[in-house]
Each structure stands twice: as C-alpha cells, then as structure tokens.
C-alpha cells in the first residue's frame, strides 16, 4: 500500500510542476489573467493533494509495523 502512496504522490508533484510551469508562461506571453488565476488555484489545490498522500503515507507506514 505504501508504494500505491509514493506512486500517487510522484504523480501529483508531477501535475503540480506541470501546472506551476503552465502558470509561468502563461504569465510570461502576457496571457488571461483569469486564466492565471484559475491555474494558480489548481497549483494550491494539488499542493494540498499531494500533502495529504504524504501525510497518510507516513501514517499508514508508522502502523503498519505495528
């Protein structure tokens, strides 16, 4: 189960870099900036995402040698 954790975590960092990188030149062109804000959102969103995977992978490893 704890791999199922990393697996998902590396895959929401991944979408997190993806959408920070999306973010950045988005600004950069001088696009939307409703479109800024709306990918700025998803960034804060998947953050929080993969904290909480971190967190239950920790938990999940800490009672699992129990």
Same mark, same amino acid.
């Given at each position: +189960?704890?791999?199922? @954790? *990393?697996? /998902? ?8 870099? @993806?959408? /920070?990188?999306?973010? $950045?030149? *988005? +600004? +950069?062109?001088?696009?939307?900036? *409703?479109?800024? *804000? #709306? $990918?700025?959102? !998803?960034?804060? !969103? $998947?953050? @929080?995402?993969?904290?909480? /995977?971190?967190? $239950?992978? +920790?938990?999940?490893?800490?009672? #699992?040698?129990?």
């Amino acid at each position: +189960m704890s791999t199922v @954790f *990393n697996i /998902l975590t590396v895959l929401v960092m991944i979408a997190v870099v @993806f959408v /920070l990188i999306r973010g $950045l030149v *988005n +600004m +950069m062109r001088g696009g939307s900036a *409703n479109t800024s *804000n #709306k $990918l700025m959102q !998803a960034r804060v !969103a $998947l953050q @929080f995402v993969a904290i909480v /995977l971190v967190v $239950l992978a +920790m938990y999940y490893a800490r009672y #699992k040698g129990s």
